[in-house]
């Protein structure tokens, strides 16, 4: 294919000619791993695109997945692109009202439902439009009344040859998860998909032996980039987990070569490990020449990360003290930084090159400016086609070539990037003075203590930190004076219109099923306002500098 891309079908076929009988997808399911073969994966993906063929669909129609991580859904991905057609990938936990609005919107024909809890089934089943055609992937203890995957797999036989398709033609419309604000369809080319793949071939070599742990979400770019396409490159094996009570179990068995982790898991990992050791005691272990590297491989073994050669990080940033720490028992976290916009195809930090606090030097080819308000973009071929349907949003985004990120940044004299904030993500206090609290919230999030803060102060005279604690952090009394030490350095760092009023420490958690979080575990504020402000003039007026909420 022209510029030595190839999709990732092409490199399906490659590996289900030449290793058939080796494992592709390992998928534990009430316990048990069950292996596919290349081959086995092959011949479903050829029955399902036999069945897609037969309903006789206009060419390029959209088929929609709702489905967690799981082996039928890389199948399912793989049958939807043999079939020429273009998936639309929605979360398990959508509710009702988007997932209607997506399938409507992206005039989805057919929809797999795969592995959902019974809870997330109830909200969506009664939104799927009835013109929709509705298959069930089976097997993992859903209960629907809708036609079986196994039934597909029985009655249809598989195609013959191993059709490709143009890197021009439509391979997924992935709607937006956002923090606020209606889901946008981002339209990428399988042009796109393919570049991204090569880069991320060109930062991170990828080899046969490779092992993939897949849980975050597919329908999220990052996911679906490294994990299925990356996996299906090299040629390497995936590995789901199973349940969130069973995570470290399957990591432990995948014992991955290549990881993925947004920055909440590195924080999650960090703070079980310190409930387990104290920070002076690593600190002691690591100073013993005989003990620091059998305790290194300790850690590393615990984690499930003692095969990983990769450790990768996006979707938000991570403190420098995080990737210091872990550095220390030798797991270096690679930052990188895109979006579904790029096919999260942007920079990178990668072997040899990184410094930590940026998220790496731009990818091969692409080309990055900064705006004279601060603002990143950037154009190279991984850029989506626009949103779907939406010309006036598509508009305000993509000109003159250049996709404008929405983020804003500075580039080092050594050419790595360093995310400073959002163009957009800004609240003006009652004085009239604007203030931006992602730069706030880097700095509070440095503190151990701290898992997750939300920085308010929307018409306050001064700005809130609503802030939820680590685990295994109490609040007690104790720790009011940590927090006062920690407001008066933070504040000796900032403007005047900048300083923290308060820290409001929460005891509610902030979750993907509570809404607070999207998918990718970042903070809807539109959510968090509106949750907490009814509070903002009480704790405004109390006399405290640190409250307990």
Known sequence: MKNNLKIPLEYFYEWENNKPNDTFLVQPI?????????????????????????????????????????????????????????????????????????????????????????????????????????????????????????????????????PLRNLNKIITIIYTSGTTGIPKGVVLKYAAAALATKNLNYLFPLKTTDRFFSYLPLSHIAERALVEHGGIMSGGKIFFAETLDSFVENLKFCKPTIFFGVPRIYA???????????????????????????????????????????????????????????????????EAYGMSENSACSHGNYPENIKFGTVGKAMPNTEVKITSDGEIIM?????????????????????????????????????????????????KTSKGKYVSPNLIEMKLRKDKNIEQVCVVGENLTQPLALIILSEGIELKE???????????????????????????????NWTIENNILTPTMKIKRNIVEKKYKENYDKWVKDKNEIIFQ
């Not at 399938?103 to 009664?126: R, T």
């Not at 989506?384 to 250049?402: I, R, S, W």
């Not at 990120?405 to 500075?410: A, N, R, S, V």
């Not at 940590?482 to 933070?490: C, D, H, T």
Request: charged share 25%.
């Open 379 to 427: 154009k190279n071929g991984c850029i989506m086609e626009g949103y779907f349907k939406d010309k006036e949003k598509t508009n305000k985004v993509l000109k003159n070539g250049f996709l404008h990120t929405g983020d804003k940044g500075i580039i080092d004299k050594d050419g790595f990037l360093k995310i400073t904030g959002r163009i957009k993500d800004i609240f």
């Open 478 to 508: 104790e720790i009011k004076d940590n927090f006062k030490n920690l407001l008066k350095k933070i504040n000796s760092e900032l403007e005047k219109h900048e300083k923290v009023n308060k820290i409001i420490l929460l005891k509610d």
């Open 30 to 162: 009430n316990g048990k791993y069950h292996y596919f073969t290349w081959k086995e994966v092959g011949d479903q993906a050829r029955r399902v695109s036999n069945y897609i063929n037969s309903l006789n669909l206009k060419p390029n129609s959209q088929i929609a997945i709702i489905s967690k991580n799981c082996a039928h859904w890389i199948i399912t991905d793989l049958a939807i692109m043999m079939s020429g057609n273009t998936s639309v990938p929605l979360y398990a936990n959508v509710n009702g009202k988007t997932a209607n609005y997506i399938l409507e919107h992206s005039e989805s024909k057919l929809v797999f439902i795969g592995k959902l809890e019974k809870y997330d089934w109830e909200e969506i089943k009664n939104n799927i439009p009835k013109n929709i055609v509705q298959v069930n992937f089976g097997y993992y203890g859903l209960d629907t009344k809708i036609q079986k995957w196994e039934d597909i797999i029985t009655n249809n036989n598989p195609i013959k040859d191993s």
């Open 268 to 334: 999650k990992f960090k703070s079980k490990l310190l409930s387990k050791f104290p920070q002076g005691l690593i600190n002691t272990i690591l100073k013993i020449p005989v003990l620091n590297t059998i305790f290194k491989n300790l850690i590393k073994k615990g984690l499930g990360l003692n095969k990983s050669r990769i450790c990768i990080t996006g979707a938000a940033s991570t403190p420098i003290s995080t990737l210091e720490w872990f550095d220390r028992f030798n797991i270096k976290i690679y």
